[in-house]
């Protein structure tokens, strides 16, 4: 399972597209509501999350923790204890770190990025902490997977599901959302 946190004003397409392509996929994902269960995107839309930060099991195990951007969302989820508590488990546990757009400054601020190779929403280059920014689209390296932004959140998620199942696997969702 992978955890995919909302706090208010994240991106509604950097999230909302990984959780539908995964499930796609077969990937269970497991979206987190940061104060709640209804979190507001910052686009103004309304997203009800499966469970919130106040259920979450430190026992369950976890394949991963996904963080959308958009502002102030990714603030909003650096801030969280819960959140850095479940992104530092994943990264102590050498499991996937998924952060698009801005969202990977949260990684770099707790000096995650060292040595890696990351991509961000352009301007937020100096907040990848020790990392090669790259500027790709899409980056991976070993377990981190970053992004650029809402437009290319499909390719994010592919590489999610290549990640954690296989190209293949990724290929065939790419097909059937028509996307080649």
Known sequence: MIYLFLAEGFEEIEALTPVDYLRRAG?????????????????????????????????????????????????????????????????AENKLLCAICAAPSVLGHAGMLNGKKATCFPGFEQDLTGAQATGEPVETDANIITARGAGVAADFAFAIIAAMKDEQTADAICRQIQSK
Do not use: C, S, W, Y
């Open 27 to 91: 990937i269970e994902v497991t979206t987190v509501g940061v104060g709640g269960k209804q979190i507001t995107g910052a686009h103004h839309i309304p997203v009800v999350a499966d469970i919130t930060t106040d259920a979450l099991d430190e026992h369950v195990p976890m394949d991963g923790v996904i963080l959308p951007g958009g502002m102030p969302g990714t603030l909003n989820l650096e801030k969280d204890a819960k959140v850095m508590h479940f992104v530092n488990r994943a990264f």
